[in-house]
């Protein structure tokens, strides 16, 4: 899909992202498989005129916690708003009771290694 968005022109006006909403432990559980686990996960991100081609952040040697430059999902939705064109210093939502709510909160930044 990535190919075929440069191909045509597009990677730069198309964001792609593979993600879940969690990693697996690290190690085998007694069923012989791994569970979930919030601790760490990962994202692969293209497109959107992102500077890609680069790992962001590292775990440690068994993969059960950040390490290096651990990434949050409110960074990864700032950075998909930033890419669909979204102002997060303005755009907001209203809840059930009619306040305004952000769409994420507005001290996060989009991943400053993307842009």
Request: overall charge negative; aromatic content about 8%.
């Amino acid at each position: 899909m990535v190919e075929d968005l440069h191909q045509r022109g597009l990677a730069d006006d198309v964001t792609v992202i593979a993600w879940g909403e969690f990693g697996r432990t690290p190690q085998i559980n007694k069923d012989a498989g791994r569970d979930h686990w919030p601790g760490v996960t990962c994202a692969l991100m293209a497109g959107g005129g992102m500077k890609t081609g680069q790992v962001i952040g590292s775990t440690d040697r068994l993969g059960g916690a950040a390490d290096d430059r651990p990434v949050t999902f409110p960074e990864v939705f700032a950075t998909l708003y930033r890419n669909l064109g979204v102002d997060l210093n303005r755009e907001r939502l209203f809840d059930f009771r009619g306040r305004p709510q952000y769409l994420v909160d507005p001290d996060v930044k989009p991943i400053r290694e993307l842009l």
